[in-house]
């Protein structure tokens, strides 16, 4: 979930909404939005769950390390998905048998994944704070959908205010 949020926010960014740049912008400023939204995570992390230097040190490496394994399933089961839906009319019994058993795989995966990543955690975290953790990722998760949504609206009402100066230029 969170890759998608980070896809969609990124994507927003990726066409200059928001940050005075217009669609033909570059690779370059597409990777600073990255950092920007990869800074802010690390401060929204940080900040609430509190973490000593020494929990920091600790923690942001498995973090990451569990963020990118999990993207990857997330990234694969999207493939697989995608993959089902434009070519389910042409495919087998057998190839969407095992287009659903790869599918299902990665929920397993991922499941096995956060099991792992919570055993690693205990080394690192008080048990408060690895069940904080999990509550942030989910305020994070909120936060990405409002900030998404807010610039969707802006985007909106700026493109009705444009309309409506096209029509009407006395506005």
Known sequence: MVMVLFAAVTGVYGQGQGMGQGKGQGMGQQQADNDRLTA????????????????????????????????KLQS???????????????????????????????FADEASLVVSFNEDLK???????????????????????RELNQRRMGQQSGQAGRMRQIQDPDL
């Open 40 to 71: 802010f995570k690390i401060a929204f992390f940080t900040r609430r769950l509190d973490l000593s230097p020494a929990e920091a040190e600790k923690f942001w490496p498995l973090y990451n390390e569990f963020s990118e394994s999990k993207s």
């Open 76 to 106: 694969e089961r999207i493939s697989l998905m995608r993959y089902a839906s434009q070519n389910e009319a042409g495919m087998s019994a057998g190839e969407l048998s095992s287009t659903a058993y790869k599918l299902a795989g990665t």
């Open 123 to 145: 080394k690192v975290l008080p048990p408060a704070k690895i069940i904080r953790l999990y509550q942030i990722e989910n305020q994070y998760k909120q936060q990405l959908l």
